[in-house]
């Protein structure tokens, strides 16, 4: 396949790098709003992030506190289950890894929960190793309300459902809970790659 240069032909680039996962297309310039409910906009004041369940102690942040942590950019593809994917999108936020340093945890299991009730379920190890962020920044501006702002969580790797948006805390169990869209029938852990839309995919 040819490369052709953004500017010289006059048109985006053919997306030839990139790999759809099986039943998806390309949303391209688009950026899809899914939301079950309403937007919750409660902006940064009274916002913290708390690390909670099986942990030693109970980790909470402030958005200030937040702000100061360790941050990281990151450049990946998403996948929604509704079958829009998207390339290249670009966040900026602190890793999991980052906000569970120095956490003491027996738990394997985590739900990710967001101001207004949404919460969704992911094995710990999905969240460790540089795989999951909560992000605040989209294209290099604040992250907008409709897409999860103040913060929302990014699991790239696995349906976009997961990725939590307007995210408060974690809570690490011992036991997997379904959350919101996996007491609804959606597949209890969603890999892209494997088609895990619904349960028993
Ligand atoms: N809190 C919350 N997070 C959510 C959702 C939601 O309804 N509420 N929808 C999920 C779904 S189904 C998708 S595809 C993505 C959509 O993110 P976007 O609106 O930024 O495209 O957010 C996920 N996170
Ligand atoms: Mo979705």
Redesign the pocket.
């Known amino acids: 396949m040819p490369h052709v240069s953004r500017g010289f032909a006059g048109r985006a680039a053919p997306r030839s790098a990139h790999q759809l996962p099986p039943g998806q297309h390309d949303a391209g310039d688009y950026?899809?709003?899914?939301?079950?409910?309403g937007v919750p906009r409660l902006g940064t004041e009274g916002w913290d992030f708390t690390v909670q369940g099986q942990v030693d102690e109970v980790q909470r942040w402030t958005w200030e506190e937040f702000r100061e942590l360790p941050r990281e950019s990151i450049t990946v593809d998403i996948h929604?289950?509704?079958s829009w994917s998207k390339f290249d999108t670009r966040w900026e936020g602190v890793s999991i890894d980052t906000l569970l340093d120095g956490v003491d945890t027996a738990a394997e299991y985590v739900v990710a929960f967001?101001?207004?009730g949404?919460t969704?379920n992911l094995p710990l190890e999905d969240l460790t190793d540089g795989r999951a962020w909560i992000v605040d920044t989209y294209n290099g501006e604040p992250l907008s309300p409709?897409?999860?702002g103040p913060a929302?969580l990014l699991v790239p790797h696995l349906?976009?459902?997961?990725?939590?948006?307007?995210?408060r805390g974690l809570s690490l169990n011992l036991v997997d809970e379904p959350g919101?869209?996996e007491n609804f029938g959606y597949h209890n852990y969603g890999d892209p790659w494997q088609q895990q839309r619904y349960a028993g995919d």
Do not use: M, N, Q
Not at 31 to 37: D, E, I, N, R, Y
Not at 159 to 166: G, I, L, N, R
């Open positions: 950026f899809p709003v899914l939301t079950a409910g929604c289950v509704t967001s101001d207004g949404y969704t409709e897409h999860g929302r349906y976009f459902w997961k990725s939590a948006k307007w995210i919101f869209w």
